[in-house]
């Protein structure tokens, strides 16, 4: 596998293969996908595979479009059109899971191959299991998470029979009256106006070996998954939970990697392991997240560089500033001036405006 390095640009991004279902749930609506994904800065022709990622910044505006435009039922529809292909190896990786459970924690494991703008957890109560499912895009919309919660019903209907199903569904928004997007399933509770989007599951049903299981294949098509992942460069949820976790810390003035692994509650030496399974380490980690910080710092004139190496945890100004050009070829004092310049020239009216 080649060598980890997260790729910003792709980072906030999502599967191809999902804008596809999108596309087809918006044709079956009598409306012009085509028009809809290029008013947002998409063009679908020049999209070739599913595998391809698209920025979430422009394929939300399509999903804002389709909800001011059709209906509580079109996150459901999306998922009518989902395949395992539409999420590259992940799909069927998650077909072969031995519990729901497993599938799960798998569908969390690699949800960067979706995307990262949202996030989920499986939660154990005392007499059921809840999914919770977080929109983190800054245009919100939940019809989203009800494509990825179909998508989830449809395959575990396959996988644990027609008799299954979820003990309940908490939706945060207000459905329109006589309005069930999961009447399909009707021993399931749905609730509205709640205060996370959430699905409940008795433990048994979670815990039950389904009846297509493969472990083995399961865990070859994971390899793929994770191969995708690193070319793509995206990063694992273990990897973001590392990366967040160095980030809290360093925001509150110390980091060190103990701190890290007492917060993740696992040992040094499980976290460097499983960091070095991932091509990375928690010292390339380390320098990602002051990389980001101290451009953060840098565009504020209150901040000098030798305030800004104390807040990063440099032992010295110099180390500080040997870093800091290694980041961007320039010095701090330097990127500051440039940076200062190029956002007053984007501020600055043009000359014809001036006239």
């Known amino acids: 596998m080649p060598k980890f390095q997260l790729n910003a640009a792709r980072y906030e991004t999502s599967i191809a293969g999902w804008s596809f279902a999108l ?17 947002a800065g998409i063009d679908l022709a020049t999209v070739s595979s599913p595998a391809e990622r698209l920025p979430v910044s422009k394929v939300q505006q ?12 079109f996150g459901v529809r999306v998922a009518q059109f989902l395949t395992p292909a539409s999420l590259h190896a992940l799909g069927f990786a998650l077909y072969n899971s031995s519990t729901l459970k497993d599938y799960f924690e798998r569908y969390i494991r690699y949800r960067c191959v979706l995307s990262h703008m949202h996030f989920c957890e499986l939660i154990e109560e005392e007499n059921c299991y809840r999914f919770n499912l977080v ?30 199903s979820p003990r309940a569904i908490h939706l945060t928004r207000q459905l329109r009256p006589d309005t069930n997007p999961f009447s399909d399933f009707p021993g399931m509770k749905t609730v509205s106006g709640c205060d996370s989007y959430a699905v409940l599951l008795d433990k048994e049903i979670v815990n039950q070996r389904l009846r297509f299981a493969n472990p083995e294949l399961a865990k070859q098509l994971d390899l793929l998954v994770e191969r995708y ?14 990366r967040t976790e160095i980030t809290r810390l ?21 976290l460097q ?20 910080m101290a451009l953060e710092l840098a565009r504020d004139r209150r901040i000098c560089a030798t305030e800004a190496g104390f807040k990063l945890g440099f032992n010295d100004s110099g180390s500080f500033g040997r870093s800091f050009k290694r ?21 600055s009216p043009s000359p014809e405006r001036q006239k």
């Open 23 to 39: 596309a087809d749930a918006l044709e079956s609506y009598s409306i012009d996908a085509v028009q809809a994904f290029r008013n």
């Open 135 to 164: 929109d983190e895009r800054t245009v919100k919309s939940e019809i989203t998470q009800d494509a990825a919660v179909g998508l989830f019903l449809r395959m575990a209907r396959a996988l644990c029979g027609l008799e299954f």
């Open 327 to 347: 980041w961007t070829g320039r010095s701090f004092t330097q990127y500051r001036a440039d940076a200062l310049q190029k956002k007053g020239a984007q501020g």
């Open 229 to 242: 992942i690193s070319e793509m460069g995206l990063i694992s949820e273990y990897m973001l939970r590392v």
């Open 62 to 73: 399509v999903w804002h479009y389709a909800e001011e435009n059709t209906d509580d039922n």
């Open 250 to 270: 360093l925001e509150l003035g110390s980091v060190s990697v103990e701190d890290v692994s007492a917060a993740l509650n696992i040992t040094v030496r499980t």
């Open 273 to 292: 392991r499983r960091l070095a399974d991932e091509n990375s380490s928690y010292n390339v980690l380390l320098d990602e997240a002051r990389n980001r």
